[in-house]
Every structure is written in structure tokens, then in C-alpha cells.
């Protein structure tokens, strides 16, 4: 079981571009959780999913920022035309059911230049 | 808007030295309190904690509940330089709801 798998490891894009964050739940998890963190701060909730619908988005900016989890393929969460204020640690986590904790990936780091 | 606070936000020890670190919450409908720990990169998952009064130990980390005063802590013994982590502290609510986390108590265990 390879567990929560994120890619890339570290993204790195100029300020306009658009960066894709891509997260494979473990083997039998239907939900997956977006988080972002930032030097020195706790985990913050961005979106909720399950298999191709939106739980959860109350964490997540309106513009510019949207998130998928298609039936097929891994969840993605695409951020548009970054910002510098986007750099942070983007985390992913899957469960087997809203009941159970999470097991986490271990994270994109996006630098915006 | 539900929040939960850890305590403190850093902390330096020496190895040998017993730890305690705290977390308060002040959520709606509480199911469970979760403990992660956090080297350089994923959260790993330590213990998760749904009745009061009840300790759960893995070798040298023990955790605790008090669900009346809405705090757990999180106590390590003998520490070891392995320890050094960011502890996350997360509350669990009932219904589809996910995860809510503190900002985390940075250990430091030094020789």
C-alpha cells in the first residue's frame, strides 16, 4: 500500500502562471481533504471531497483556486494565476469515511517567484 | 467559528527531560481529539482520543482527554532527539466535517 501519494514534491512557478497539485488517495479511501500551511502555522483547511463531487469548499479562496476529484485519475487542485502569497506547503489526506482519521501525503511545496 | 489552541507554540528541551503539551478546543459537535506529529514533511498519525478520562500510551507518548474542560495533553517521557517535531493537535466533528488543527507546538530536544 503506497499510501497518500503527492507530486510533485516542490513546484515551482512565476507570479500569472497556473500550478496543478496532484494527490492519489490510498488504496480504498474515497475522501480526500486539501490542506494548506504556512511557516510557523497550524494546517488550514481548503476543500473536501469525495469521488467527483465537492463536499467541502468553505476553506477555499473563490477566485482562482478550484479542485477536482474525477472517478478516474487523482484529485487535483489547481491554483491560477499565483500569487506570492500562495508559497506554502499544500498537504493532502485521505480516509476511508468522514468517521476516521486522516493519513497524509507528504505535501507539494509551491514557490511562487 | 470553531478553533482549537495548543500550547505552548515552541518549546526546548534537553534529552532525558519529561514534556507536556497542551490542547484546548471550543468546537460544535466534538466527536474526537487527534494527535499528530509532524517532522519535515507528512503528518503522522499518533493517537485519537473520543472518551474522557481514558489514556492511550504508545511506548514513551501517552495522551489524554478531559472532554468537561475540553482540553487533552500530550506528555512525552525520557525525550530523544528523534522527538523533535511539530505536534498537531485536531479536532474531529461529527458529520461530514473535516478535521480542524492548531497551529502545533515546535519541539526542540536537544543533547
Known amino acids: 500500500n503506497a499510501g497518500v501519494m503527492q507530486n510533485p514534491r516542490h513546484l515551482v512557478r512565476r507570479r500569472g502562471q497556473e500550478a496543478r497539485l496532484r494527490c492519489s488517495p490510498m488504496?480504498?479511501?474515497?475522501?480526500v481533504y486539501w490542506y494548506r500551511q504556512l511557516p510557523e502555522e497550524g494546517l488550514k483547511f481548503m476543500v473536501y471531497l469525495q469521488k467527483e463531487n465537492i463536499i467541502d469548499e468553505s476553506g477555499m479562496p473563490k477566485e482562482r483556486f478550484s479542485a477536482e476529484f474525477p472517478k478516474e485519475g487523482p484529485s487535483i487542485l489547481r491554483i491560477q494565476q499565483v500569487v506570492r502569497g500562495d508559497s506554502a506547503a499544500y498537504f493532502c489526506?485521505?480516509?476511508?469515511?468522514?468517521?476516521?482519521?486522516?493519513?497524509f501525503g507528504s505535501g507539494t511545496r509551491l514557490t511562487v517567484v | 467559528e470553531d478553533k482549537v489552541v495548543q500550547s505552548p507554540l515552541s518549546l526546548v528541551v534537553h534529552e532525558g527531560d519529561t514534556v507536556t503539551l497542551n490542547c484546548s478546543y471550543e468546537?460544535?459537535?466534538?466527536?474526537?481529539l487527534l494527535w499528530y506529529k509532524q517532522e519535515k514533511k507528512a503528518p503522522t498519525f499518533l493517537f485519537m482520543l473520543t472518551s474522557s478520562g481514558i489514556e492511550k500510551k504508545s511506548g514513551r507518548l501517552s495522551s489524554i482527554l478531559d472532554k468537561k474542560e475540553l482540553f487533552s495533553i500530550l506528555n512525552i517521557t525520557a525525550t530523544q532527539t528523534g522527538d523533535s517535531a511539530v505536534y498537531l493537535c485536531a479536532a474531529s466533528l461529527s458529520g461530514n466535517t473535516p478535521l480542524v488543527f492548531g497551529k502545533g507546538t515546535r519541539l526542540s530536544v536537544i543533547a
Open positions: 468546537v460544535t459537535n466534538f466527536r474526537s
Open positions: 489526506a485521505s480516509s476511508q469515511s468522514s468517521n476516521y482519521g486522516y493519513t
Open positions: 488504496k480504498g479511501h474515497s475522501h
